[in-house]
């Protein structure tokens, strides 16, 4: 089909729900699930165990192997649910890549600094350290109009509620070819 989309990727900064609500939609859409947290390398990791904020040259390789991750399911008409922060548009941007704006959503799961770093304090054997909630949001580039494949959620709803809003936009843009987008917010 013309328009089909193939890649949801689930972001926002670390704490807001991405893996738990990608995993759970990638079920529902019948859809592989990828961990963006499983794809860094061996010295992302313990920098962040450390406690030290990655920066743009950290992220690069990252980036890239998870707009790879997603051509290929594209090319091969297969399914993917990425959970990855995608905090920058130019971040977004490379994930984007060079594929056809109907074949990917981007899903931002929205909170408060508050709510995020009472998740985080809970939160037990993850390399990310709380401390370093602030410097994710400093880092934040919330989706811009422009941005027209990002639908905005707010993380206080339940998992299920959010996985069925994301269904209803994905199947929503499946069932016709679209010459744009819209950008949707709950």
């Known amino acids: 089909m013309v328009g089909e989309c193939y890649v949801v990727i689930v972001m926002g900064v670390s704490g807001s729900g991405k893996s738990s609500v990608g ?6 859409w019948r859809a592989e699930f990828e961990d963006g947290d499983d794809w860094h390398s061996k010295e992302n990791i313990e920098k962040m165990r450390k406690g030290t904020a990655l920066n743009d040259t950290d992220r690069q390789a990252w980036l890239m ?5 997603a051509k290929r399911n594209v090319e091969a008409k297969s399914r993917v649910v990425i959970a990855c922060s995608a905090l920058k548009k130019k971040y977004r941007d490379i994930l984007r890549g060079d594929l056809k704006p109907s074949s990917v959503r981007f899903v931002f799961l929205d909170g408060t600094f508050q709510t995020i770093s009472e998740r985080l304090m809970e939160r037990k054997s ?6 370093m909630l602030k410097s994710q949001f400093e880092a934040l580039e919330r989706p811009c ?3 027209t494949d990002v639908s905005v959620v707010p993380i206080t709803l339940d998992i299920p509620t959010i996985c069925n809003y994301v269904l209803k936009i994905i199947n929503a843009s499946n069932a016709t070819v679209h010459t744009t987008s819209h950008r949707s917010k709950l």
Request: charged share 25%; glycine share 10%.
């Open 23 to 28: 995993e759970e939609l990638g079920k529902a």
């Open 145 to 147: 109009p422009s941005e």
């Open 65 to 69: 192997a998870l707009a790879s991750l």
């Open 126 to 131: 993850h390399f990310f350290k709380p401390g």
